[in-house]
């Protein structure tokens, strides 16, 4: 007899679904008899915690581009999940939510483990939550969850009571108040009409100096965005989500916009007159072009496939829903290439310019490591086809803008939830999801501790079956929860506040080599680059630690030299590490202004 916990298994197996990042427990025991008769298909990947099962499944969504699943037990086991389904929902990919209730003669009665799931999920889940109660809601409901999941790129969750798990199965029949579902899925690319287009492709063929924006919407259309560019002699920027849309080896590329951003990037937006953005819901418009007496200085298109999300951020004049890469193909034929290029040429000096103050800040000596340096010798040494997950910390910024995206290499973030401890289960979804290629997170030492280290033994327990075995984990160990420190100096006259950013000290590489994988200590410069060699030689997965100094500041892009001394003498009295971090200020800018060399 089929129950109804193995027709659900059935039916994601339908979906394709290969992996269901997980943890047990008996709201899902059901679900886990199922998956012991199903032969584990599909595969049941055991996290250490719920928030590391959504974050995994998340990643696996981030990296494939396809649906990700997790399940968890009714209670505490669906409340951990929350952080990482946020963190899907609200950089749209899809993930689907499977969660255990209590039994349904025990529901409403304040039962053990029984919270009101409908409740906690009604928002994460917005678009789609619902509770089977009956087998005749299968196959509809899961159907809906996976379609809806996929095609809005969003959160949808399916609550199971556990006794009807464990029902027989019957189908929804040929009657009243019966719903049949079906299978076959095909995906639409919209495209806006030819008048609208031709209103766009006019204001872009007036400007003479363009801006692009683009985002993790425009990651298909690489080829097209290369296409608008040249003919319009634009300059592109990327959003954090989009690092990974076009190589940084482009000369016209001015990389990452916003705080983490790149100087060119901010020039590129004060100074052009025309902007279009592609794929980008880029929140910080202060970084987009300006105002004048209320005006915006740039006539402005956007091209989103997202009805509801498009027009926002900034004055656009046209909007254009539609696909990135089906809209750009339609735009093409109706733009005229710009005969004066010495926009383009100014921005390509920028970008160069760039680059050799990037180089420059790598050089600058720290005590005891630059974390700049430790991303600048990364950046030349990753395969082509890597796979970068970065967690929210000072790293965030360094990975903005010393990665240099090149080939087929994936990056991500999580980007507006902007949530710690992301990264390491990022890398163990992107493993899932390619374990032929090679998967890089980049973690700062107190996300390491909320869920780094914990994830590091997922990562033991797998790692022999991914045909790839590369997985390293590079922590930035500066026993500081440093970006907050920084945030605190920057507001002016806040020291930093010890009780709360001090973090106690650990040895993550000693415990990497516990585990049994690779583990590689740095705390001298001179050996930034030959440990770097060595972890990417090894062929387990490796956890490489940097001794890394807090006190190198994340300057932003468009910091005057006016700004970044007020910052820095509002800050001087009660900091800890004042004088460190004053050195390190005034070496890092100073290299923006230097005609060449290295301090060093
Ligand atoms: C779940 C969560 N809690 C708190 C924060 C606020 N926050 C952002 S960055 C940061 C510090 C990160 O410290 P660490 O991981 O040590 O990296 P570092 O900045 O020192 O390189 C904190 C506390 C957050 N973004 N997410």
Same mark, same amino acid.
């Given at each position: ?27 899902? !025991? ?17 996290? $250490? ?331 030349? $040494? ?7 997950s970065v967690d929210s910390g000072?790293g965030t ?23 710690m401890g992301c990264a390491v289960p990022y890398a ?12 890089y997170a980049m973690v700062g030492d107190g996300a390491m501790q909320m869920n780094g280290i914990?994830e590091l ?15 390293v984990v590079l922590v930035l160990h500066?026993?500081?929860? !440093? ?25 993550y590489?000693?415990?990497?080599? !516990? ?28 956890v490489i630690e ?33 004088? !460190? ?20």
């Amino acid at each position: 007899m089929t129950t109804v916990a193995d027709y659900l298994l059935q039916r994601l197996r339908e979906w394709g679904v290969e992996h269901v990042f997980g943890y047990a427990g008996d709201g899902i !025991n059901g679900l886990l008899v199922a998956w012991g008769q199903a032969d584990d298909q599909p595969r049941f990947i055991q996290a $250490r915690h719920e928030e590391m099962a959504a974050f995994e499944a998340c990643g696996y969504a981030k990296f494939s581009g396809r649906v990700g699943v997790c399940t968890a037990t009714s209670g505490p086991g669906a409340i951990h999940l929350l952080n990482g389904l946020y963190d899907a929902k609200v950089d749209h990919v899809g993930v689907v939510a499977i969660v255990g209730q209590t039994a349904r003669s025990a529901m409403g009665g304040a039962y053990q483990q029984e919270v009101d799931l409908l409740s906690l999920f009604k928002d994460v889940a917005n678009e789609y939550c619902q509770m089977i109660t009956v087998p005749e809601q299968l196959p509809n409901v899961i159907d809906r969850a996976m379609r809806i999941a996929g095609s809005r790129r969003t959160v949808t969750a399916v609550i199971i009571p556990s006794d009807v798990q464990e029902l027989d199965y019957s189908p929804p029949t040929h009657a009243f108040k019966m719903v049949p579902s079906s299978l076959d899925q095909t995906w639409a690319a919209p495209v806006p009409t030819d008048a609208d287009l031709r209103r766009a492709a006019n204001l872009l063929n007036y400007g003479e100096k363009v801006a692009m924006l683009v985002g993790q919407g425009a990651r298909e259309a690489a080829k097209e965005v290369i296409s608008v560019a040249d003919l319009l002699g634009a300059g592109v920027a990327k959003a954090l989500l989009g690092k990974d849309v076009l190589s940084d080896e482009l000369p016209w590329v001015t990389g990452s916009i916003g705080l983490l951003g790149t100087r060119p990037s901010y020039e590129l937006m004060m100074d052009c007159d025309t902007l279009l953005v592609v794929g980008s819901n880029f929140p910080y418009s202060q970084f987009l072009p300006g105002f004048e007496a209320g005006e915006p200085t740039a006539r402005a298109v956007q091209i989103d496939v997202d009805p509801t999300m498009i027009g926002l951020r900034y004055p656009f004049e046209v909007n254009l829903v539609g696909d990135a890469a089906a809209t750009l193909r339609r735009l093409i034929p109706l733009l005229s290439r710009k005969d004066d290029r010495s926009w383009r040429e100014k921005v390509e000096q920028n970008v160069h310019r760039w680059w050799e103050v990037m180089d420059r800040r790598a050089g600058v000596s720290a005590d005891p490591i630059n974390p700049e340096q430790v991303f600048a010798e990364l950046s030349p $040494r990753l395969p082509e086809n890597a796979m970068l997950s970065v967690d929210s910390g000072s790293g965030t910024n360094w990975y903005a803008r010393h990665i240099k995206m090149r080939g087929s290499m994936r990056g991500t973030v999580s980007g507006a939830l902007a949530s710690m401890g992301c990264a390491v289960p990022y890398a163990i979804g992107a493993k899932f999801a390619h374990p032929d290629r090679p998967a890089y997170a980049m973690v700062g030492d107190g996300a390491m501790q909320m869920n780094g280290i914990n994830e590091l033994i997922t990562i033991a327990k797998y790692w022999q079956e991914w045909e790839d075995p590369r997985l390293v984990v590079l922590v930035l160990h500066n026993d500081d929860l !440093n970006m907050v420190t920084w945030e605190l100096r920057a507001l002016g006259g806040s020291p930093q506040f010890l009780p709360s950013q001090q973090l106690p000290d650990f040895g993550y590489a000693a415990y990497a080599e !516990n585990l049994g994988l690779y583990g590689v200590e740095v705390s001298d410069p001179d050996e930034v680059a030959g440990a770097w060699d060595e972890a990417m030689a090894a062929r387990q997965p490796c956890v490489i630690e940097f001794h890394t100094d807090p006190a190198v500041p994340p300057i932003p892009p468009h910091a005057t030299w006016d700004q970044v001394l007020k910052a820095t003498e509002s800050v001087v009295r009660g900091d800890s590490d004042r004088l !460190n971090m004053i050195k390190e200020v005034v070496k890092s800018k100073v290299q923006e202004v230097l005609p060449g060399g290295r301090d060093n």
